[in-house]
């Protein structure tokens, strides 16, 4: 009984230290925020980003070739990807309209509204991410559109890298919306 146990706690040990490899987790570049501002007419309310359903896993995607996805065992978001770009474009726009209160909240049925669906946020076989998508602005009667599509080659190897372009990218998905707020005003 007692060799069972031994050889039991053997086989154990070994599988422990045979794994291909560790988990590692990646969360978006952080933004900076600007302080809020206290009073303003002009209000900014932003929904919640809708990503595409494969991108909906904690996976980060890879693309092996036209018609391929994989998404990856060991290389994972540390937080759902739908909420670290809501947290990350208001952010963005906070510090980029400074004239607008950027929030999540709806104070007034007069308050714009910027619904934005993410449909590409991965990394392909040829060295590049793509962010594609597109965000709908709606002003009182008014409804502008803003499609959006990036390919930024990545600097260097691994998932860091991929991971600071993709946020990168974001960064310009997120000026391009601000001009779509304010047209005319660069952020």
């Known amino acids: 009984m007692r060799y069972l146990a031994f050889v039991f706690l053997s086989l154990a040990l070994a599988g422990c230290g045979s794994s291909p490899s560790e988990m590692q987790y990646y969360r978006l570049p952080a933004v900076a925020a600007k302080a809020p501002v206290v009073e303003s007419a002009q209000v900014l309310v932003i929904e919640p980003v809708m990503v595409a359903s494969y991108l909906n896993s904690n996976a980060l995607v890879y693309q092996n070739n036209e018609v ?20 990350n474009l208001q952010a963005h726009l906070s510090a980029a309209l400074t004239d607008w209160r950027v929030t999540q909240q709806v104070s007034s049925p007069a308050d714009s509204r910027l619904t934005v669906q993410v449909t590409q946020f991965h990394t392909t076989a040829d060295g590049v991410v793509l962010i594609s998508g597109q965000a709908h602005l709606l002003t009182g009667s008014v409804v502008k559109q803003l499609p959006f599509e990036l390919q930024l080659a990545i600097a260097d190897d691994g998932y860091d890298e991929v991971v600071k372009t993709l946020g990168q990218g974001w960064s310009q998905v997120a000026s391009q919306i601000a001009t779509l707020v304010t047209p005319g005003k660069e952020p």
């Open 68 to 87: 391929n996805l994989q998404l990856t065992r060991s290389h994972q978001w540390a937080e759902a990807l739908d909420q670290q770009l809501t947290r």
